[in-house]
């Protein structure tokens, strides 16, 4: 068992990316981002699809021939089974049992999610990995979870958004103020610079360890609509202040939920992932070490979507002989 060579193909959203796995090792990770949505605001899910068929294969092969691996090496071919948008899916989970059946080897298939969270799992040099139990939470563009992890396969979310993603949070606040889509790194941006206790806006009032964040991007409208009535330029002005305000607010409300999370579970290891993690506040905020807790955050590459978590999690189930026929379907919204 210790020469698997797995290819890994992640579809799920607007990335299309392929990587090469030599057991819990990353040789390529190669990611085609498409820049199209940016002009629309948002991802839009039919020209997501076109543009996967159109980069699928260039990045496969890109991913191979960084990694230096030939086709006929390869153990098995793992695949993001959702959730996600399901065109997208479709292309990423056709190409891949083709290219299984073509090949002759195992099919996987692979629950974003659970990705997003064994990506800690990759070796890197100098990375310290989560024991079992741990929480992770996952913070992204399209998730905000925390999920209680027993082991590989056993976990459970317990708290998780019941309307916007954090992503969205930074995004659509970005958007009130005019910044370009995806607005969330600007923000991280300005808000280095910014007083996070200029301006304050409420919290929400959520039970338990579930999130809310559709509250506070009508609060920022309002209150961005009431200053700029009395002052137009309040946002040139103040776009420092503001952004750094939002984000202080968007990380307090994480660190609340964590915090209750410990407090019910007795777990003090903490790893996260998702694009939302690269947020410097948040690092800033976990490094800290504030409150006696273990922090895990992997290397960017792995946090934002990308095809080298769907490999780990694809080597992992190659050990255990989790494989599909070539009758596995993509699912727009899986269980957990
Ligand atoms: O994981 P990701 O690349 O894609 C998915 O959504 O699955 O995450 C993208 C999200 C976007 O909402 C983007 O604005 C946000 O992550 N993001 C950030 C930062 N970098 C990316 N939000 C705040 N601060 C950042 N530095
Ligand atoms: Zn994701």
Known sequence: NSEVFILAIESSCDDTAAAVLHNDKVLSNVVANQLIHNQYGGVVPELASRAHQQNIVPVIDAALRKANVQKEQLSAIAFTQGPGLMGSLLVGTSFSKSLSLALNVPLIAVNHMHAHILAHFIDEEGYDKPEFPFLALTISGGHTQIVKVN???????????????????????????GLPYPGGPLIDKYAKEGNPKAFAFTKPKVPGLDFSFSGLKTAILYFIQKNKQANPNFIEENLNDICASIQHTIIEILIDKLKLAVKETGITQ??????VSANSGIRKRLTENQYGWKTFIPKFEYTTDNAAMIGIVGYQKYLSNRFETSAVVSKARIQF
């Open 151 to 177: 082991s590989f396969f056993d976990m459970e979310i317990i708290g998780e958004t019941t309307d916007d993603a954090v992503g969205e949070a930074f995004d659509k606040s970005a958007k009130i103020l």
């Open 270 to 275: 903490i790893a996260i992932g998702g694009g």
